[in-house]
């Protein structure tokens, strides 16, 4: 069994978040190189009062690396069958729902939808490996995919270098695989059977992918799971340790944020709009390259506030059943969010202060704690899209947030990539 790497261990780097002053936070902010001692800085507690500055900085490198657009994708959810019981999923093995695949006639229809909505990036999702979504049907999926998008990734199991250099020779330009946390002991606890307690067979999957061909890494941590200044510094590491040995992929980070589910899983860390706007901007001055990602999990006035000053890939529209675009595809390109308020400032979009702990910023929420009464269970239940995996928070269609990030000077754009340099069905 293969040891655990070096760089998982942050514990000198959480030391110096805790340490970091006002000194330390101006050096990271004049660092013309930012690294792993200056992202501690930016997530210290001593950071608070220099968000403004690090946002400012933050869309100044957006813009100069990415220029005053944002790339959109949408995810379409293949399946919900799932062999593993992720305390925090919708779709865990032991969640009472109906379980289904769409079918490849299916996957053409919806697919069709997408297409009609503009959209050209698309992600195709699974749950963990099982006999009703294996290998095979996630390859026929991209191969459908690949004839009529020019962007095609996958959100699925973690594979082999073989099976991801299939999938590379069927069209897949990328993957996204979240580690979920890289505290090997919260990760333990919250995946309490399946495949995907494998904590080392997850984390080496992205290198496998890259290994096999693929172009494309996302990775990401789901906040609330575990103390997200760890994981943040964790993530940030193991995006430099990747781009070491495969320094011609490209690559995008994500932070999304836990949200109700029907199994009523409570988050075991709080995380803020004031902590997860810094985490943004800090990651966008160390990584000025990779693409900052930020999903319709976040409500609609936070991901006006963050377009273009860090975040510069969105997915848009999204649905988190199986399927669902298809059979309603008005109801997620032309109506308006209920109670649409106009895009806020910055300030507004951030509003909220740290509560001091462990890492010098985070304690644990109390209790911890799986809902299980009937009236949250209820509630949960009620706020989650019937069948879907979580809730969506940013319910707007394609043209209502195109029309927003317009009114912001932003460029949405539907297709960053040509498919000639593609090679399919080999």
């Not at 290198?207 to 941590?221: F, K």
């Not at 390259?289 to 930020?294: I, K, R, V």
């Not at 809902?371 to 899209?385: F, T, Y």
Request: contains cysteine.
């Amino acid at each position: 069994m293969n040891a655990f790497p070096e760089w998982l261990d942050v514990a000198p780097w959480l030391e110096r978040v805790r340490a970091s002053g006002p000194a330390d936070v101006e050096d990271a902010l004049a660092a013309e190189r930012p690294g792993l001692r200056e992202l501690a800085a930016l997530l210290s507690p001593a950071a608070a009062p220099y968000t403004e500055r690090m946002a400012q900085r933050a869309q100044t490198l957006t813009r100069r690396h990415f220029g005053r657009t944002i790339a959109l994708y949408a995810p379409l959810y293949l399946s919900n069958h799932c062999a593993s019981g992720c305390a925090y999923c919708g779709f865990a093995a032991d969640r009472q729902q109906p379980r289904r695949k769409l079918s490849f006639d299916e996957v053409e229809a919806e697919l069709a939808a997408l297409k009609r909505m503009g959209l050209e990036e698309i992600l195709l999702l699974t749950g963990e490996r099982t006999a009703e979504a294996d290998f095979g049907y996630v390859r026929e999926c991209v191969l459908i995919a690949a004839a009529h998008f020019a962007l095609v990734t996958v959100e699925v199991f973690p594979m082999t270098v073989d099976e991801y250099r299939q999938l590379a020779d069927a069209g897949c330009t990328g993957l996204t695989l979240y580690q979920e946390t890289y505290d090997a002991e919260r990760y333990a606890q919250v995946h309490r059977w399946g495949p995907k307690k494998d904590f080392l067979n997850r984390l080496e999957a992205p290198a496998r992918a890259l290994e096999a061909g693929l172009r494309l890494a996302g990775l990401g941590v789901l906040l609330g799971l575990a103390d997200p200044v760890a994981d943040a510094l964790r993530l940030y590491r193991h995006a430099v340790e990747l781009e070491k040995r495969y320094w011609r992929a490209g690559y995008s980070l994500s932070f999304p944020r836990l949200r109700p589910e029907v199994g009523g899983y409570h988050a075991a860390f709080e995380v803020d709009d004031a902590f997860l706007a810094r985490l943004i901007f800090a990651l966008r001055l160390c990584l000025p390259e990779a693409h900052l990602t930020l999903s319709t999990r976040e409500a609609p006035r936070f991901r006006d506030g963050m377009a273009g000053v860090g975040v510069s890939r969105m997915s848009v529209a999204s649905r988190t059943t199986v399927g669902g675009y298809d059979q309603a595809p008005a109801a997620i390109r032309n109506i308006a969010s209920p109670g649409a308020e106009p895009a806020p400032c910055f300030a507004e979009a951030s509003q909220g202060k740290p509560v001091p702990g462990a890492s010098g910023t985070f304690t644990r929420s109390a209790p911890e704690k799986k809902r299980s009464d009937p009236s949250s269970m209820r509630m949960a239940e009620a706020l989650v899209d019937e069948t879907g995996q979580f809730e969506v928070h940013d319910r707007r269609g394609v043209d209502e947030f195109c029309a927003t990030l317009r009114a912001r000077g932003l460029e949405p754009v539907f297709k960053n990539w040509d498919a000639v340099y593609r090679v399919v069905g080999q």
